[in-house]
């Protein structure tokens, strides 16, 4: 059996009981922070299948496919990071996680993928029926932990790795696990039994870095000072509400931008909100408050932008190799 992982910071913890009570309406009641935000999820763009046929051939690539899900292309590669394609990010169809935005193409409208990199084992990051589309032949990489279990599911081609450890791709393309603040269970049973990562992406045509799930902790200031500035940062925003849980695990707007500074982030695209409803803020609240917390910052909103599924983003960054 996998040792259990653990957060080598400080933070508050969570029991199955506090999850119960919470769920149940029995925890400590907690105020909106944008009492009047909408309860409206992210907006949706169609992805027409010839806009992706092809990664870029100069610069990157970036398509928000709905929660944490994301397509990279770039440096003649198509990555997918955390794909969830289901309609439930749950073990059963339970109605309160059924997706409420669809993904803005079909699986089956990408393009060949070379790799997916998965985060943790969270039904929200790994779906199985996403995968098991893919094909198990599929390049799967992942934090330690996950390889074993995979594998057992019938996927030939897995590679686990350590955070602040790197591999290539090809000659120009280095991806390397970054730390985070999180844990991970599919069952009742397996609680942290495997690890937790973001993943950070260094070509000479640019860089890009997501987060994973994450609450906030010392790893982000870490993460700026040994791997330098980075061009575009996928820096999760929602599912935070109640904080007495989620704070450990989950960052608020606020902190996102903190996190954004942190990491020396040139330009950054809010995920983790707005697909599923997860927590207790409502769907429209996290973009609201991620403009107000740039603007106290005297940051001007188009450099974090919490835009709609389906979005398409393409630049040329610094050369990082």
């Not at 999180?182 to 890009?208: K, M, N």
């Not at 695990?249 to 409803?277: D, Y």
Request: proline share 11%; hydrophobic share 40%.
């Amino acid at each position: 059996m996998n040792p259990r992982f653990t957060n080598p910071w400080p933070h508050p913890q969570h029991r199955v009981l506090d999850i119960l009570r919470w769920k149940l309406g029995l925890g400590p009641g907690e105020r909106s922070h944008l009492p009047d935000a909408p309860d409206l999820p992210a907006s949706w763009i169609a992805l027409a299948p010839e806009r992706i046929a092809l990664p870029p051939p100069a610069g990157w690539r970036a398509v928000w496919l709905g929660h944490a899900s994301f397509l990279l292309q770039g440096c003649g590669v198509s990555l997918l990071i955390d794909p969830v394609f289901s309609d439930f990010c749950a073990p059963l169809p339970f109605p309160s996680l059924r997706r409420k935005v669809p993904p803005p193409c079909d699986l089956t409208d990408l393009p060949p993928i070379d790799a997916v990199l998965l985060t943790h084992s969270h039904y929200d990051h790994l779906d199985l029926p996403t995968l098991r589309i893919l094909g198990p032949s599929t390049r799967l990489w992942v934090p330690e932990g996950h390889a074993a279990w995979l594998r057992k599911k019938g996927f030939t081609a897995v590679e686990e790795v350590r955070w602040n450890e790197s591999f290539t791709l090809h000659p120009h393309l280095r991806i390397t696990a970054t730390p985070a603040q999180h844990f991970t269970a599919r069952s009742l049973h397996d609680r942290d039994r495997a690890h937790w990562c973001g993943w950070r992406i260094d070509s000479p045509q640019g860089s890009l870095w997501h987060a994973g799930d994450s609450g906030y902790c010392p790893a982000f200031r870490e993460i700026g000072e040994r791997h330098g500035p980075v061009d575009l940062g996928m820096i999760p925003i929602g599912a935070y509400q109640p904080r007495h849980i989620m704070q450990a695990m989950h960052l608020n707007p606020e902190e996102a931008v903190r996190v954004f500074l942190e990491t020396r982030c040139r330009h950054a695209i809010a995920i983790h909100w707005g697909t599923f409803r997860l927590t207790d803020e409502a769907l429209g609240e996290p973009p609201l408050w991620l403009e107000m917390a740039l603007r106290e910052k005297n940051l001007p909103a188009g450099i974090f932008t919490a835009g709609s599924v389906g979005a398409v983003h393409e630049f040329v960054g610094a050369s990082t190799t």
